[in-house]
């Protein structure tokens, strides 16, 4: 069963659907987003013409003068007129360096993910971007609309787990997309039980969360004997189980998303495997060009 959590939002972020509702404040949110998309090509522009003409300036006629050898120095003294090549004009490798928390007009990079503030896709982005705005979206779909219409500037995407392999569902969403991959972020998951202030474990009988989730503490919860129900994502279930009040509910989710939505931790580190990792793509409209 898919419980689909109550737009209840606890934190001040964006919503992802906000920004495209039909309310005065998105109309200005999309507006402004246009002159920014506009500001944006015209920085990428500027840069472009700026790399072009220092590689005209850089470039040194050859022996006729006529064909340039960029990126080709003549030796000097060499009687044989070899060439070696300039180290420092070579690409330079990508690192994690490369992912600014500021867009190329300087301002805030906004990052969309699927689920509510405390998933675990919202850590991730801010792994990546840890200045970044984080954009809650309902479901990965809308993460990835938000980027193609340039309401934000990138989306995070898990993509795998050390324990329970690839996403398949978000390899398919890859392919319907044209969005670039210009990042990875690997995260450490600790899953935690949660439930209402004052309950104690033995006194959960229901469970709440991502399948992916619930499948990593399969141990914990069988031991448990507690019935394990989906929701889109481990952040909702929390949100979930504050706002109905249950004390027999409880959620698997972050120790942020307790704090987040007022929850207790009945239990910590509950995953089968303590190596759990997820891998998330960072996706974004443009292609990466490496440095020169
Ligand atoms: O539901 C979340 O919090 C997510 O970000 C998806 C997820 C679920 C379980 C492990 C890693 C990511």
Redesign the pocket.
């Known amino acids: 069963m898919a419980l689909k959590a109550s737009p209840i939002w606890v934190c001040p972020r964006t919503p992802c659907s906000d920004l495209w509702s039909r309310n005065s404040g998105s109309a200005f949110n999309l507006r402004f987003d246009l002159e920014k998309s506009r500001k944006w090509e015209c920085c990428c522009l500027a840069v472009l013409a700026q790399r072009a003409i220092t590689s005209v300036e850089d470039e040194k006629p050859n022996v006729s003068g006529v064909e340039p050898s960029w990126g080709i120095e003549r030796t000097q003294g060499n009687e044989s007129g070899g060439f070696h090549k300039d180290l420092n004009l070579l690409p330079k490798p990508l690192s994690a360096n490369d992912l600014s928390s500021c867009s190329k007009d300087g301002s805030k990079v906004r990052v969309a ?3 509510l503030p ?7 982005a801010l792994k990546a971007y840890p200045k970044c705005e984080t954009v809650p979206c309902d479901q990965f779909e809308e993460a990835f609309k938000a980027v193609e219409l340039w309401l934000v500037d990138k989306a995070v995407l ?1 993509i795998e ?1 050390s324990v ?1 392999g690839s996403i398949h569902r978000n390899y398919d969403l890859l392919l319907r997309h044209r969005l670039n991959i210009v990042g990875e972020v690997q ?1 450490q ?1 600790n ?1 935690c039980l949660l439930g209402l202030p004052g309950v104690r474990k033995e006194e959960i009988k229901n469970v709440l ?5 619930l499948a ?1 503490c399969d141990i914990m919860l069988s031991k448990l004997g507690v019935v394990r129900i989906n ?7 929390a949100q979930m189980v504050a706002s109905t009040g249950l004390r027999d509910t409880g959620a698997v ?2 120790a942020r ?1 307790a704090e987040i939505y007022g929850l207790d931790v009945l239990a910590e580190k509950i995953q089968d495997d303590d190596d ?1 990792i ?1 891998r ?1 793509l960072v996706l974004a409209r443009e292609h990466i060009i490496p440095r020169n």
């Open positions: 993910y699927q689920g405390g998933a675990y896709s919202e850590a991730a898990p787990n329970g995260l998951v899953h969360s991502h399948p992916q989730a990593q929701t889109d994502d481990t952040a909702g279930a989710a972050s998303a759990n997820t998330f």
